[in-house]
């Protein structure tokens, strides 16, 4: 990390075949969605610990936080894990309500457990 302001360095999951599908789920959403998901990543990398509204722990055992994004259509979410240094993006996806559905979290639970 060449910037020393940084205080997470931002990784996609990738799985065994390679893919990273967080970076494939954001490259398919609209322009405009991407900057400000990429704003609110990034606003994370810079001011870790931060809390609510922007950063939220979902699962204590599994070490797993979310970053809420306001969209036009919903609240994207991005599942991820800290690791040393490191801001590890696990799922994503746009929620329609404000419980985070148990298929959700699961994935992103099992990919957590792909990286130990």
């Known amino acids: 990390m060449n910037d020393k302001n940084i205080i997470l360095q ?9 893919n990273e599908p967080v970076r494939e789920w954001l490259l398919s959403l609209p322009q405009e969605y991407k900057k400000l998901i990429g704003s609110d990543i990034k606003t994370a990398q810079y001011g ?20 809420r994004t306001n969209l036009s259509d919903g609240i994207a ?9 490191k801001m590890i993006l696990l799922h994503g996806f746009i929620k329609k309500t ?19």
């Open 10 to 18: 931002v990784l996609f999951y990738r799985t065994s075949l390679g």
């Open 48 to 67: 870790w610990p931060i809390g609510m509204p922007l950063i939220k722990k979902v699962d204590t055992k599994n070490k797993l936080w979310e970053v």
């Open 77 to 85: 979410r991005i599942l991820f894990t800290i690791s040393d240094d």
């Open 98 to 116: 404000q419980k985070l559905e148990k298929r959700e979290l699961d994935l992103a639970i099992k990919r957590r457990k792909d990286l130990l």
